[in-house]
């Protein structure tokens, strides 16, 4: 059988990152959409915004790279020896 305790410590790590992240935005105070402290995220050039009469279709391509670049290097930088 294999050893498998790497994987479930890179999955650990993983939600202790998300835990943390999820308690900065709150201790932000007002989300992106209310002109909080991040309010530029999700509005970026490059984000898809579609509203009509009863249609909105929203689509961060921007923001999903920049958040992905981020994480990325968060994880480089944590994973690193």
Do not use: A, H, Q
């Not at 790590?13 to 105070?29: D, I």
């Not at 002109?35 to 050039?45: K, Y």
């Not at 509203?51 to 391509?61: A, G, L, V, W």
């Amino acid at each position: 059988m294999p050893d498998l305790s790497g994987l479930g410590k890179m999955i650990l790590l993983m939600g202790l990152g998300l835990v943390v992240l999820g308690g900065l935005l709150t201790l932000l105070g007002k989300g992106p959409s209310e002109g909080g402290g991040l309010s530029w995220l999700g509005r970026l050039p490059g984000d898809i915004f579609i509203k009509r009469d009863n249609f909105t279709f929203y689509f961060p391509i921007s923001t999903g790279i920049i958040i992905s670049l981020v994480g990325s290097l968060l994880f480089y930088l944590i994973m690193r020896r």
